[in-house]
């Protein structure tokens, strides 16, 4: 997490902060209902011809890298061949948490923060699917956080990525007998975007 300073003055009070890594999750439901509702409706992983399945990809992307022509397609397919709508109602809710989380680049006002967050919460509410409610449930664990990133733009993203490096190269550098050596490895591969920029 990052510490961000709530009052220059203050070094005391500070708030975590959390970045937009949340739509990976969001994505992970879309996939995981998805694929529920291809083994229920076919017993199985479903075939290309399948709308469920042949959407797969689409229903990952955000609405707006869509064409008008594939969405409706992907639509229609949806409503047509799922009677529980469930596959349709993933990437909806998928939607409002990205329209929740794209407040922050437009200068989140705490109004408009408040709406998306109800319209996400009430969506996943009304949909009453599992991997939705545990969705909702993650964002309302996660929600101090978020708003954090919402109000301020500040996001932990690259303190995470140098986290994720240190402990591949940890992983990588079990064997090493050498403690320092270990370490050496390790400041290696976080310091490689800085190499390749000098190099450049």
Sequence with gaps: MIALEADRGD??????????????LANQAVTEIRQRVTRTQTGGRGLKTDPVWANCRRLLRGRESLSGKVFTAMWNGL??????????????????LRGL???????????????????????????????????????DAWWPEIEAFLQTGITNAAT??????????????FGFRNLENQRRRVRFACTRRQRLAAAA
């Excluded at 070094?11 to 990976?24: D, F, I, K, N, T």
């Excluded at 009677?83 to 109602?89: E, F, I």
């Design 101 to 139: 989380l794209a407040t922050a680049k437009k200068g989140a006002v705490r109004g408009d923060i408040a709406h998306r967050l109800t319209r996400f919460y009430t969506w996943c509410a009304d949909a009453d699917i599992g991997e939705l409610t545990r969705l909702a449930g993650t964002i």
């Design 11 to 24: 070094l005391g009070a500070q708030v975590s902060g959390c970045g937009p890594s949340h739509v990976r």
């Design 160 to 173: 995470g990525g140098t986290n994720h490096l240190i402990k591949d190269a940890a992983r990588v550098a």
């Design 79 to 96: 409503v047509d061949n799922d009677p529980t709508d469930q596959a349709l109602d993933a990437p909806i809710a998928k939607e409002e």
